[in-house]
């Protein structure tokens, strides 16, 4: 089993920043992509930005220039820098982990989530 533990979010204004963090801990062998999805009140779970074991990322295409996603193996943690926040901005953020265990079999693993909410 494989835990993770978000922070950051909470409640900015519109064009400013806030930073998530997200710790994987637990039966470990091998992360292997990380990413962050968001879900806003009324619609459905959308993925945020992915970034893969050697660092390549992709990003939706409403985040792409504001957002940064980035990973440090040697903690098991995956961050989103977010800027230039916008209302449409807000929803619930969760991290995603899949993670690749010694006999090759994949599982995937969500966070708590965490509210961001972008509002003057």
């Known amino acids: 089993q494989v835990h993770l533990v978000q922070s950051g979010g909470g409640l900015v204004q519109p064009g400013g920043s806030l930073r998530l963090s997200c710790a994987a801990s637990g039966n470990i062998f091998k992360i292997t992509l990380m990413g962050w999805y968001r879900q806003a009140p009324g619609k459905e779970r959308e993925l945020v930005a992915t970034?893969?074991?050697?660092?390549?990322?992709s990003y939706a295409d409403s985040v792409k220039g504001r957002f940064t996603i980035s990973r440090d193996n040697t903690k098991n943690t995956v961050y989103l820098q977010m800027n230039s926040l916008k209302p449409e901005d807000t929803a619930v953020y969760y991290c995603n982990v899949v993670n690749e265990d010694r006999a090759g079999f994949l599982r995937v693993y969500w966070g708590q989530g965490t509210q961001v909410t972008v509002s003057s």
């Open positions: 970034i893969t074991s050697g660092g390549g990322t």
